[in-house]
């Protein structure tokens, strides 16, 4: 058994505890991060090697966020000496996504954009097929995760902090008297902590239980909802477009984000995760929803393949309709579709949900060192306000 103690102690080595690993060590702090298997372990949500950077959004708060989150980004990229997000571009189509309301955001913030009839976007895009007007910004990427999550762990012990794996977390339990918290593992471990950020993605709502969190606090969290997601890979049909250009600076495709009345998905390079070969595609939200990552199997929903690969007929002629690698991936949602960064005493929790939270992580590690160091109180779009999912 082992018995250490820090000022911070983190749970979970993802991007969002990485990130928050990283700005606290900065800081000189005592930090101690808990990882139930490896940082961006594939039981997790931040795994391999492609997630969208992307500044389109329908609320101008979270556009905000990514222009905010950026210069993060381009100071991991320069103390860790690697590329992290690869340019791409992206195009958003589909009416019910909207590319005339979120050209609007982005011409508000001033970030660069165009918008382009179906038979233009057709023209200059001819590997993909559009049923709307379409917009463009070419300031979208593919972020590397895995990458990401090791440099900003690896920064972060080079100041200092330690990185604990295969220690899973079972319990947080306020010490006698108040003074600080006791996390225990499932071996019977124990590390002490004055502040404890909890950033365990899918893992989180199995752990919520065994938090000694304040009763009010508690009752606020939200119904988080687990979902495991299925995605594919599809081979490029032009021998060019087999993405070896991303070694020389840029990607062979765009992203892109479709969202119609009857499906709705997402897509971008696939990186190693696709030996450079092939095009990431799945649907939004498409997945089986599961009580937490503890559930998940695994297994590849044959209906969503089959919803998945009608839309590569109908959307992506640029594609053969055969994937050649398909994998699964958690999504964990609120019923708002927020982030949740808030905090209760010493414990934070830090689930930045809904699928979204990748192209944020170096802002969220500052917005969570803010907050515990107590200069900055939780955002309110951020707070644990009991919200439920209405089930029909």
Known sequence: MTSESATYVIIGAGLSGAATAWRLAQTGAEV?????????????????????????????????????SKPGWDELEAASGKRLITPSGALDFGAVRDPRGLAAVLEAADIEHELISAVSAEARWPQLRFDTEVLWHPGAGVLD??????????????????????WEAAQVRVKPGGAGYVVSSTRGDTVHAEQVIVAAGGWLPALLGDLDLPTGFADAMPQFEVRQENAYHFPYRDILHRGETAAYGSTSWPTFIYKGEEMQTYSLPGGRDAGFRGQKIAEYNGGRAIRSARDQDGQIDPANRDRIVQFVRDFTPGLIPESYEETTCLFTNVPGEDMIIDRAEGITILSPCSGQGAKFAPLLGELVADLVAGSQVP??????????????
């Open 145 to 166: 995760a895995e990458a990401s999550v090791k440099a900003m762990l690896d920064l972060a012990q080079g100041a200092g902090a330690q990185v604990y794996i295969g």
């Open 32 to 68: 101690i991060v808990l990882e139930r298997d490896i940082p961006a372990s594939a039981q997790g949500s931040s795994h391999g090697s492609a997630r969208i950077f992307r500044y389109a959004y329908p609320d101008a708060f979270y556009t905000d966020l990514v222009v905010r």
């Open 379 to 392: 955002h309110e779009r951020f707070r644990a306000t009991g919200q439920r999912f209405a089930r029909v």
